[in-house]
């Protein structure tokens, strides 16, 4: 069965960083792309970092040049650096992975910035 755990959220200060950990358990299969998203109360979700099976990596403006995804296929983990964060920042962030050809979702961490 396979399964997504989120590490890493928490409480920060405008202008600190916060490193998200998503780790897939009980696949055996690679890592071909995964994304992050992030949903504030009584907002829709929004996405925030992608990266495909290449490596390549794309973002919103929102976060580009603040947040960098990167995949670990030796330890089925992909992180998410937040740098510079901002109160705005403040939501669930949830990763979504796609492991051989099957998406998943991880459970969601809570990420808040104080000002």
């Known amino acids: 069965q396979v399964r997504l755990v989120e590490s890493g959220g928490g409480s920060v200060q405008a202008g600190g960083s916060l490193r998200l950990s998503c780790k897939a358990s009980?696949?055996?299969?690679?890592?071909?792309?995964a994304d992050w998203y992030r949903q504030a109360p009584g907002k829709q979700r929004e996405w925030v970092a992608s990266?495909?099976?290449?490596?390549?990596?794309n973002y919103p403006d929102s976060v580009k040049g603040r947040f960098t995804i990167a995949r670990d296929n030796a330890e089925n983990t992909v992180d998410l650096q937040m740098n510079s964060l901002k109160p705005e920042d403040t939501a669930i962030y949830s990763c979504?992975?796609?492991?051989?050809?099957?998406?998943?979702w991880g459970q969601g961490t809570q990420v808040t910035v104080s000002s």
């Open positions: 979504f992975l796609i492991l051989g050809s099957t998406g998943y």
């Open positions: 009980g696949s055996t299969s690679m890592i071909n792309g």
């Open positions: 990266i495909m099976k290449n490596g390549n990596t």
